[in-house]
């Protein structure tokens, strides 16, 4: 007999440790003062944290490690969950304090994947790096909901490399990267749903101190669902039988009683049970596989959808003007950033001289004098008109210049240039004209009598295999046909 009585108290706490996972029990109920943020909290800490856990350490390799390590984050985050629905906010030291631990984890999570980043599960660790401080919303207010999207917007990014390599190839590296932003996503949805303003505490209850984490710190974090059959759930009970079973301890009494009453009934416990018919099983009904699944609750994690991100562009503001310049340095005359000015002229000059000319638009520069060589660079409808150069006239990077020369320039040379007409006098027909990557080109010849010759110079050239040399031979194209 006492081996009896002692089988079935061992069956009575196995149901009643079932009926209390499953918090549908109203026993569970009447004695719970937690809020019902909290319970909320514990069946989405089950469902999906755990379950998290588990695949994470299921794929092998850093991540079985890295798996605990979120394992112990997740229960630092349980204990200060479980703190709040039973204290009232701490002070601002104690919050430190409260807060510790769960920094601690997360940071475990952070160095683990700096040590391992030439491993091949590279992306898997980042993600969750970049992702588990959403954890850290305990410590967020006024809108903690806004800081969980942005840490799931940071692991996003290592998840997407995620589907990109093993969509096709390992669908299971796929499962558990949108797994985790599932994650993100449904706890997201539950904090704005119970924690807007950030973290609930009870109100009702004593301030919060660090020495609160000690009592809950003992127990041990969310075990994995059971792989085996669970124990059946406890037989029906009535209504009214239920509902009054926890006045008081006599009443406990009463139900204890009955619940024994209906375990001795033995083979007959099952009696009220409905019979599972053919039509009822999957693989005798293959329709039922069919039907479209339960409603989802507001817990669940929201179907997947990639973010629609807005791409922002700094404003284009125009450079700053420079300031002018005309002046004479060591023997270089440098013009500079000049706009407009039609006046400029160098009287004074010798021959060891240089005139510079750098981006200048719309502006006229007179020469009174021989000088050594002249450079216009980067110009822009400037016209310059000089009397004689030693060595060479250069235009390079302009657009729509001119130049006259009034005597003799040895060497004319036109280097990516669009625009440029030179206007020489009959002295400076034996010039040297040399050309690279320009066009528009004219040479324009001043005669005694006034009247001017126009010569385009070529742009195009064209270039056939002479077999007899066994060469390439390169001819311009006469623009003058």
């Not at 981006?359 to 520069?365: E, L, T, W």
């Not at 009959?426 to 010039?431: G, V, Y």
């Not at 001017?452 to 311009?476: G, M």
Request: hydrophobic content about 35%.
């Amino acid at each position: 007999m006492e081996q009896l009585v002692s089988r079935l108290e061992a069956v009575t706490n196995r149901l009643e440790a079932v009926a209390s996972r499953g918090g549908g029990s109203t026993i569970k109920a009447a004695v719970d003062d937690d809020p019902a943020w909290f319970d909320d909290f514990k069946v989405f800490n089950a469902k999906f944290l755990s379950g998290f856990v588990n695949d994470t350490i299921a794929l092998g390799g850093e991540l079985e490690q890295m798996g605990k390590f979120v394992n112990e984050a997740f229960h630092c985050h349980l204990v200060l969950m479980e703190v709040a629905a039973r204290h009232n906010r701490p002070s601002q030291t104690d919050l430190e304090g409260l807060l510790k631990p769960l920094s601690e984890a997360i940071s475990k999570v952070q160095d683990f994947r700096e040590k391992n980043r030439s491993s091949k599960q590279f992306n898997h660790l980042s993600a969750i790096s970049e992702g588990l401080p959403f954890l850290g919303w305990v410590g967020v207010a006024p809108k903690p909901v806004l800081y969980i999207q942005q840490m799931e917007e940071s692991a996003q990014f290592y998840t997407n490399k995620l589907l990109k390599e093993f969509r096709e190839s390992d669908p299971k590296q796929a499962n558990w990267a949108t797994s985790f932003i599932q994650l993100l996503k449904g706890f997201a949805a539950y904090v704005k749903d119970h924690h807007q303003a950030g973290l609930m505490w009870n109100k009702e209850k004593s301030a919060a101190t660090p020495a609160a984490l000690a009592v809950s710190a003992h127990k041990p974090p969310v075990p994995p669902p059971p792989s085996g059959f669970a124990p059946p759930p406890p037989p029906p009970i009535q209504a009214p039988t239920v509902t009054h079973a926890v006045t008081g301890s006599h009443s406990s009494e009463d139900s204890r009683s009955q619940l024994f009453a209906q375990l001795s009934k033995g083979s007959e416990v099952t009696a009220g049970l409905k019979k599972v018919t053919d039509d009822m099983k999957t693989h005798k009904n293959p329709e039922l596989r069919n039907q479209p699944p339960l409603k989802s609750s507001a817990l669940d994690p929201r179907p997947y959808t990639p973010p629609n991100l807005k791409k922002f562009s700094a404003p284009v503001s125009k450079p700053a003007k420079k300031p002018a310049l005309f002046q004479l340095q060591n023997k270089k005359w440098v013009i500079e950033n000049q706009d407009g000015n039609t006046n400029l002229e160098i009287s004074e000059c010798n021959d060891k001289q240089t005139v510079y000319m750098y981006k200048c638009h719309a502006s006229k520069v007179h020469i009174n004098g021989k000088v050594n060589s002249i450079i216009l660079d980067s110009c822009e409808k400037c016209v310059i008109e000089f009397t004689d150069v030693i060595s060479t006239f250069e235009f390079t990077n302009c657009k729509a210049c001119k130049v006259q020369i009034d005597g003799f320039a040895p060497t004319i040379s036109i280097e990516k240039t669009d625009g440029a007409q030179v206007f020489i006098n009959p002295k400076c027909l034996e010039s040297q004209i040399v050309t690279a990557k320009s066009s528009e080109m004219n040479i324009c010849v001043m005669k005694p009598d006034g009247d001017l010759t126009e010569y385009p110079l070529p742009e195009q050239f064209k270039t056939v295999w002479n077999p007899a040399t066994s060469k390439f031979i390169t001819t311009t194209m006469d623009l003058n046909l």
